[in-house]
Nanobody, 122 residues
Framework: VQLQASGGGLVQAGGSLRLSCAAS????????MGWFRQAPGKEREFVAA????????YYADSVKGRFTISRDNAKNTVYLQITSLKVEDTAIYYC????????????????WGQGTQVTVSS
């Protein structure tokens, strides 16, 4: 599966964004999907994951209550709604696909998108 992330941008602290990740191929609905982010000089970290059916969702503690992951299997797209943005949310955001469940480990994901930059100004 090929993934294309979009929707990033420059926003002020407290603002919102919706990231999208469009997938190619007919098997998207069989993949569990995740969002990760990587800030300059830091390791890539887990943000959120959703199971193939959408019935299970998991979040990093740092984003709970502010980020919402969702998916539309008819559109082959997974979303990340981000609200109450903080300066520390600044990073490149990546979407990824796996068949190992809605998991948090970077190494558990087999396919990655190219990333979309989110920059939050104070």
């Amino acid at each position: 599966v090929q993934l294309q992330a979009s929707g990033g941008g420059l926003v002020q602290a407290g603002g919102s964004l919706r990231l999208s990740c469009a997938a190619s191929g007919r098997t998207f609905s069989s993949y569990d999907m995740g969002w990760f982010r990587q800030a300059p000089g830091k390791e890539r970290e887990f943000v959120a994951a959703i199971s193939w059916s959408g019935s299970n969702r998991y979040y990093a503690d740092s984003v709970k209550g502010r980020f919402t992951i969702s998916r539309d299997n008819a559109k082959n797209t997974v979303y990340l709604q981000i609200t109450s943005l903080k300066v520390e949310d600044t990073a490149i955001y990546y979407c990824a696909a796996t068949r190992r469940g809605a998991v948090a480990g970077v190494s558990e994901y087999d396919y990655w998108g190219q990333g979309t930059q989110v920059t939050v100004s104070s």
